[in-house]
């Protein structure tokens, strides 16, 4: 069984560090086009300030240099979602579950491990990044597919963005989630809730 999760915008790097593992070829790949822009292109790329664009580009030099400070992915992301998850004082049952059955989805390291070693970063699947030629979701079908293909359950809190990046037949196998409120008589998704409740 899997669970699988977004990534957020949101990042709180005031944790203790850990080691970085090697990025994973197809990972490379989008690294080395995202090194491509220049901090002032990086800008229009992201649509963001120039100070945010400058602080985009050091984040993709120190990964591309190998100097990026490393933490577990599902305490760097800092969204609505994940400030809405327990993610401190663990027992060890928890931390082998999390391990073991929980996954975030990244367009820059692919489907990983909870608390996976990762560097800040800014990519998600809405951005017109050419990888090799391809989307950045054409890019990473393959290997997400591989990544959670030999699953009999397979538990999606992943917006249409996310989920989309796998192939058919692995969609049909998701078991998804809708969070409606109940405003005067009438269910309605609400963002704010919707985020909350994934947590």
Avoid: C
């Avoid at 069984?1 to 593992?21: C, G, H, S």
């Avoid at 591309?64 to 577990?72: D, G, I």
Wanted: overall charge positive.
């Amino acid at each position: 069984m899997k669970i699988l999760i977004p990534t957020a915008k949101e990042m709180n790097t005031d944790l203790p560090r850990i080691e970085a593992t090697p990025l994973r070829p197809e990972s490379q790949t989008v690294l080395d086009a995202l090194a491509l822009y220049s901090a002032s292109q990086l800008e229009s790329f992201y649509k963001v300030s120039v100070d945010k664009a400058a602080e985009e580009f050091q984040h993709i030099q120190a990964l591309k240099t190998q100097t990026a400070q490393h933490y577990p992915a599902l305490k760097l992301f800092d969204g609505l979602m994940y400030r809405h998850i327990k993610r401190d004082k663990l027992t060890e049952a928890e931390q082998a579950y999390l391990e073991n059955h929980v996954f975030i989805t990244s367009a820059l390291y692919g489907v990983i491990p909870a608390l996976s070693p990762i560097a800040p970063y800014r990519l998600d699947f809405l951005m017109k990044l050419k990888v090799a030629g391809k989307t950045l979701k054409s890019h990473w079908k393959v290997a997400y597919d591989e990544a959670v293909k030999q699953e009999e359950v397979i538990f999606s809190l992943l917006s249409s963005e996310f989920e989309t990046v796998f192939s058919k037949e692995i969609r049909e196998k998701m078991v998804t989630f809708k969070f409606m409120e109940d405003k005067d008589g009438h269910l309605k998704i609400h963002s704010t809730i919707s985020k909350k409740a994934r947590g």
